[in-house]
């Protein structure tokens, strides 16, 4: 079992920054592989860019690509979503997710825990 705890949520400009965090509890993080995923007001839940067990492979939505970088620390259990040149169309919930597959993309199903979310909303 693995909880998983967002942070790092909050009103921004745009063409602004923000670090979300994903701490996971448990020892075991490094089995993980892990996502970042959002939801925006009346639409559906959407991938946002994943990292492999071992950081090794990432891959990202091409609508952040070039802007949000996903990163992670094993040692800290914690899984980083480095936000760079925001938009107003990024407003939505965050949720980071946890795989235990070696990487998980874009697929929801792939994934076995979820975080409870933490609210970007980005002023344009």
């Known amino acids: 079992q693995v909880q998983l705890v967002e942070s790092g949520g909050g009103l921004v400009q745009a063409g602004g920054s923000l670090r979300l965090s994903c701490t996971a509890s448990?020892?075991?993080?490094?089995?993980?592989?892990m996502g970042w995923f959002r939801q925006a007001p009346g639409k559906e839940r959407e991938f946002v860019g994943g990292i492999s067990r071992d950081g090794g492979s990432t891959n990202y939505a091409d609508s952040v690509k070039g802007r949000f970088t996903i990163s992670r620390d094993n040692a800290k259990n914690t899984v980083y979503l480095q936000m760079n040149s925001l938009k107003s169309e990024d407003t939505a919930v965050y949720y980071c997710?946890?795989?235990?597959?070696?990487?998980?993309?874009?697929?929801?199903?792939?994934?076995?825990?979820w975080g409870q979310g933490t609210q970007v909303t980005v002023s344009s």
């Open positions: 448990g020892r075991t993080f490094s089995s993980y592989a």
């Open positions: 997710a946890a795989s235990l597959r070696y990487r998980a993309w874009a697929n929801p199903l792939e994934y076995d825990y």
